[in-house]
Every structure is written in structure tokens, then in C-alpha cells.
């Protein structure tokens, strides 16, 4: 009998979410973690797929199946593991890797019989570490019914190829740690089911589309490439918890539609880009949020105070900028800091609350602070950068109530649109 669909692919989805944050706090600290989703290379008869209901007999899928893994055999140069040995034969589902199960109208019955015979359809590949060299086809969009592809940390080059919008069943798409190429394989965009999208440790080039943030991807790791340009505006309309941009050559602004996004977030890691101008008033409004990593770009201007909205933050990576201002409790008062980095910025002043927190291992190396260690020379501290740049702070009621924040933040961004100016900007 096969195992039930639901189950495996629920235990599929809680690895990922596990690796999400333990990624994340890796990339926080350094270059970036090179983590991938999968449960190992195996074979057979798992159920893993989302099962839409077929155009084709089942019989007739498996054969377009046997067609695209032998044509993407032909395209793999070197098999160090010889895990491709067993991809013979029209059975597919034996294949080391590939996991079939019923399509979802057959699966009540199927599950009924004793028998592995029942109509089933390649539902997932999942060839994370399998150290393999070749390209990717074209053909591999026979695979309609194929909700998993895990490519993580193989050698695979060239592109994506374009048909892979035939890819109507695809939930999770993880070609990280690979050494494809190009502009943003804006064919991933066009995926109808596309919730997880890691293409991070490649080397993808140019801008981000705008249609990225418009889709209802639920995680977005595009870090380790070499993408330049701005994030687009549109990144308020992205539903994901979770964007990883880290090491890039991102420049400009944070959009102010930062504070737009879906409340679900989680994790927002932008480290070590060119980014500029201040962190955006809205980061106030993700009350979930436990990772906000913006350290090694270039970013001015004191803090919003809407910073301390964020009660459940855990990693709060501020290193390495040009922030400037008082230390206030707005950081400080946060109760589930596990992680806070501040150093090397021009911060003059420390409230009473982060002057206990300097003293436990915290990190504030770096700034203007007077009487404090490990500080910059004063010389350096007589000018403080951005001194002109103007944040477009809200006034906002003192003590600060969060729940106010939503209706302010709209009300201001509403303002910034019809006025379309750019004081927010470098000066």
C-alpha cells in the first residue's frame, strides 16, 4: 500500500520550515548558509505530489516521464555517485531520486488495493548532494503532475529552460548551490503553484523583475548571486515569510512599501549589498518577525522608533552601516534579542536599558559612544554621514502604541505616493 500523500508532504514542508530559520541566522552572521530541502536521495513510491487531475492516462504520463529523464540523462556529464545507474528501463518510479504517487483522483483507490500496480505519475525528484554535472532540459517539463524539484548542491550550468512554465503542479523549486547563469530565470514566475523559490549560490546577474514580489511565493532565497540594481517597489506586495537578498549587489533605497508586506513575515536578510537611505518606518509593523538583517550596506539615519514593535524579533543585525543617533530602550527593551549587532556604525549615545545590554556580550564596537570601549577615533565621529538626509519619520504618540502603527504607516505611504517625492532619498 502506499504511504498517505498528505503526510509525507506536510513532513517535507516542516524540514523546510526548520532550515528556514537556521539558514537564516547563518547568513547573519557570515556569507550566507548553503542549506537545502529534501529528505536524501532515494527511490520509488513516496507521494509527494499534489496529484491535479490528468489530461492523459496515468500509463501515458509515465512514458513522457521515461522520455524527459532519459533526455535530461543524456545532458548529465558526470555522475560521481553513479546514482543515475538505476535510470533504466521505462520504470520510472525505481529511479534513485524520483517519487511517483497516484494522481489525486485516483488516490482514494489506489490507496484501497494491496498492489503498487495502481496509476501513478512522477510526483517529485529530489537529488539534493548528488554532486551531478549537465544542464537542465527542456524535456523535463513533460513532468506536469511534479510538485518537488530539489537540486540543491549539484553542478548544473546554463539556464532555466523556458518551458518549464509547463510546470503547472510545481509547489517547491530548489536550485541552489548550482552554477547556473543569466539574467532572473523570469520562467519561474509563470509556475502557477510556486510557493518556494531558492536560487541562491548560483550566479544569476541583472535586476529583479517586478512581478517577483506579485506572486504568491511564501519564500524567496535569491542570496549569493550577483543581482544588482534596486528592489523593486512592488516588494510590499510580496505575501512571503521569508526573503534572503544577502550578498548581492543590490543598491538604492529599502522600498517604503517595506511595511506593506504580508504580517506573516518572518525573516528579512539584505546583509552585505550597496544598499543606501534609512530602514523604513513599516519594519514596525511584523509583529512576527525574528530575523531583520541589514548590516554591510551603507544605510543612514537614526532608527524609527516603530523598531520597538518588534517583540518578537531574535536576530536584529544592524552592523556595519552609517546609522547614526542614540541607543535608545526602542532596541533595547526587546525582549527575545538572542542576537544583537550594532558595531560599526556612528551611534553617539546609550539609554540606561542598553547600557546594561553592552555589558552581556551584545555587540556596539564601533560607533561614537563617549567613555565606552572599542570605540572610533574621534576624528572620525566629528562628521556623521547622511547629517542632512531626512528619514521622513512620522510623529507618532509617545509611549508608542503599536497598534496604531497600521493605520499611521498607510496613511504616510499614501501621502509619499501622491506627492512622489524623493527627500527620503540621498541628498
Not at 546609522?323 to 553617539?348: K, R
Not at 546594561?356 to 559612544?369: A, E, K, Q, V
Not at 509611549?399 to 505616493?417: D, H, T
Request: glycine letters at 8%; charged letters at 15%; hydrophobic letters at 40%.
Amino acid at each position: 500500500m502506499l504511504p498517505n500523500k498528505a503526510c509525507l508532504l506536510a513532513f517535507l514542508l516542516l524540514l523546510r520550515s526548520t532550515i528556514h530559520l537556521t539558514a537564516a541566522i547563518g547568513v547573519s552572521v557570515g556569507v550566507g548558509g548553503g542549506f537545502g530541502v529534501g529528505v536524501g536521495i532515494g527511490n520509488g513510491n513516496g507521494n509527494v505530489g499534489n496529484g491535479n487531475t490528468p489530461s492523459e492516462p496515468p500509463s501515458s504520463k509515465l512514458e513522457s516521464a521515461y522520455r524527459a529523464l532519459q533526455a535530461w540523462k543524456s545532458a548529465i556529464s558526470d555522475d560521481p555517485l553513479k546514482l543515475l545507474d538505476s535510470w533504466v528501463g521505462p520504470n520510472v518510479c525505481s529511479y534513485k531520486g524520483v517519487f511517483c504517487s497516484p494522481p489525486q483522483d485516483d488516490e482514494i483507490s489506489s490507496l484501497a488495493t494491496s498492489t503498487a500496480t495502481a496509476n501513478v505519475v512522477v510526483a517529485g525528484i529530489d537529488l539534493n548532494h548528488a554532486n551531478l554535472q549537465g544542464t537542465l532540459v527542456k524535456e523535463l517539463s513533460l513532468l506536469v503532475d511534479m510538485s518537488l524539484l530539489h537540486l540543491n548542491s549539484n553542478r548544473f550550468s546554463g539556464t532555466v529552460p523556458d518551458t518549464f512554465k509547463d510546470l503547472v503542479s510545481l509547489e517547491e523549486l530548489d536550485l541552489s548551490n548550482n552554477h547556473l547563469s543569466g539574467p532572473f530565470p523570469i520562467v519561474t514566475l509563470y509556475m502557477p503553484s510556486l510557493l518556494y523559490l531558492d536560487l541562491r549560490f548560483n550566479s544569476f546577474s541583472g535586476q529583479l523583475p517586478d512581478e517577483l514580489f506579485n506572486r504568491k511565493l511564501d519564500a524567496i532565497f535569491l542570496n549569493n548571486n550577483q543581482f544588482q540594481g534596486e528592489i523593486p517597489q512592488s516588494l510590499g506586495n510580496s505575501p512571503a515569510s521569508v526573503i534572503n537578498l544577502a550578498n548581492n549587489k543590490l543598491s538604492g533605497n529599502i522600498p517604503t512599501s517595506f511595511g506593506l508586506m504580508g504580517n506573516k513575515l518572518k525573516e528579512v536578510l539584505f546583509l552585505n549589498n550597496q544598499l543606501t537611505g534609512c530602514i523604513p518606518e513599516g519594519v514596525g509593523l511584523f509583529d512576527e518577525l525574528e530575523v531583520f538583517d541589514v548590516s554591510f550596506n551603507s544605510l543612514m539615519g537614526h532608527l524609527p522608533d516603530t523598531i520597538s514593535c518588534l517583540q518578537d524579533i531574535e536576530v536584529l543585525n544592524l552592523g556595519h552601516n552609517k546609522l547614526s543617533g542614540e541607543l535608545s530602550d526602542v532596541i533595547c527593551s526587546l525582549t527575545s534579542l538572542v542576537n544583537l549587532t550594532v558595531a560599526y556604525n556612528f551611534f553617539s549615545g546609550l539609554s540606561q536599558q542598553c547600557s546594561r545590554l553592552f555589558n552581556i556580550g551584545f555587540d556596539f564596537s564601533g560607533n561614537c559612544i563617549p567613555g565606552r570601549d572599542m570605540q572610533r577615533p574621534q576624528p572620525e565621529c566629528s562628521v556623521i554621514p547622511g547629517g542632512t538626509l531626512n528619514c521622513l519619520r512620522i510623529p507618532t504618540p509617545r509611549p508608542l502604541v503599536c497598534a496604531s502603527l497600521p493605520r499611521i504607516i498607510f496613511s504616510n505611504n499614501m501621502q509619499s505616493s501622491s506627492h512622489h517625492t524623493s527627500s527620503s532619498s540621498y541628498p
